[in-house]
C-alpha cells in the first residue's frame, strides 16, 4: 500500500506559479512511477503529467508543456509540479498517483493508488 497526499493547491492570479507537493508513505516511493492529473468541473479526468521511478523519462500533456514541470525526490519520498505561467484553464483538482511499474503511462488506468486531490484555481 502506498499513502499519497497532494499539497500546495490554492487561488493565484492568471499569469502566477503554484508548486504542488506530493507525498507519499507506505511502500518504497522509488518503486513508482509517478503522475499528476487534474479534473475540473464537468469535465473528465485528463492526465498532466508523469515522471518514472528514476526520474528518467518525464512525459507531459500538450497543454501544460513548457509550462510545468514535473520532478521528484526519491530521499523525501515527494514528487513535485512545478506550475508557471498558469491560466484560467488550469483550473481544477490536482491528484497524484503511483504506478508500480516501469512505465511512465498517460493514462490513469494504470495507476494504482490516488491522493485525495488539492485544488487549484487561476482567476482571470
Known amino acids: 500500500q502506498v499513502q499519497l497526499v497532494e499539497s500546495g493547491g490554492g487561488l493565484v492570479q492568471a499569469g502566477g506559479s503554484l508548486r504542488l507537493s506530493c507525498a507519499a508513505s507506505?511502500?518504497?516511493?522509488?518503486?513508482?512511477?509517478m503522475g499528476w492529473f487534474r479534473q475540473a468541473p464537468g469535465k473528465e479526468r485528463e492526465f498532466v503529467a508523469t515522471?518514472?521511478?528514476?526520474?528518467?523519462?518525464?512525459k507531459y500533456a500538450d497543454s501544460v508543456k513548457g509550462r510545468f514541470t514535473i520532478s521528484r525526490d526519491n530521499a523525501k519520498n515527494t514528487v513535485y509540479l512545478q506550475m508557471n505561467s498558469l491560466k484560467p484553464e488550469d483550473t481544477a483538482v490536482y491528484y497524484c498517483?503511483?504506478?508500480?511499474?516501469?512505465?511512465?503511462?498517460?493514462?490513469?488506468?494504470?495507476?494504482?493508488?490516488w491522493g485525495p486531490g488539492t485544488q487549484v484555481t487561476v482567476s482571470s
Open positions: 498517483a503511483a504506478d508500480n511499474s516501469v512505465l511512465a503511462a498517460r493514462s490513469g488506468s494504470n495507476y494504482d493508488y
Open positions: 515522471i518514472s521511478r528514476s526520474g528518467g523519462v518525464i
Open positions: 507506505g511502500r518504497t516511493f522509488s518503486s513508482y512511477a
